[in-house]
């Protein structure tokens, strides 16, 4: 019995070692500036209905002010999102630490961040990486069961099957990395509580 108490505690420090070689390997390929934007296309799948929801949008992360996600198709919306608040058409509300960091490490290529609140496993070939996110927060498990991460330089595809059956999955592209954000871009994040 003490051999297989060795044994797992052995395993166990190895996976963890392996993740963490894994992101810090994904981490040093990820583009690293102050601001990323694009854009977006999201196909949300929910149980209750045959055809998945299509949207399309555009993007913008500042890793001081936090992410505009801006829905063009089919029905325009704004969220803007930092590390403690969440503000959409129906006003705004405080969010969980975890929440708020998933964001700004998945966009901002802070994936050492992510350790924080999944446990993760994944692989790291030559020219792509994946990511397979499990939630350790208690609210966020209430939410999400997993979340599958993929790219190369950059964020590519982001896929989340939700704990009740919902499934997302956003494609990324056309990313740049301005120096600055535009003064619309200002405007928007000074909508947000601090």
Known sequence: MKF??????????FNH????????????RLVKTSITQGSFQ????????????????S???????GVIWKTLTPIP?????N??????????????PAF??????????????????????????????????????ELLKKIISSMVLSGDTELRVLEMQEVNGNQTRINFANITHPE??????QADFERLSP
């Open 100 to 137: 708020g960091n998933v964001f700004k490490a998945m966009l901002g290529g802070d994936l050492q961040q992510l350790s924080e609140g999944f446990v993760i496993t994944g692989e790291a070939k030559k020219s792509a990486w994946r990511l397979q996110l499990t939630p350790k927060d």
């Open 180 to 185: 600055q954000l535009t003064s619309e871009q």
């Open 59 to 65: 993007f913008t992360y500042s890793q001081s002010k």
């Open 42 to 57: 999201q196909e949300k799948r929910l149980k209750i209905l045959r055809k998945p929801l299509l949207s399309t949008g």
């Open 83 to 96: 590390e403690a608040h969440l503000l959409t058409g129906q006003g705004e509300q405080a969010v969980p």
């Open 77 to 81: 919306s704004l969220l803007l999102v």
């Open 4 to 13: 297989i108490k060795i044994g797992l505690l052995f395993l166990l420090s």
């Open 17 to 28: 070692s392996y993740a963490a070689d894994v992101l810090a390997d994904i981490t040093a």
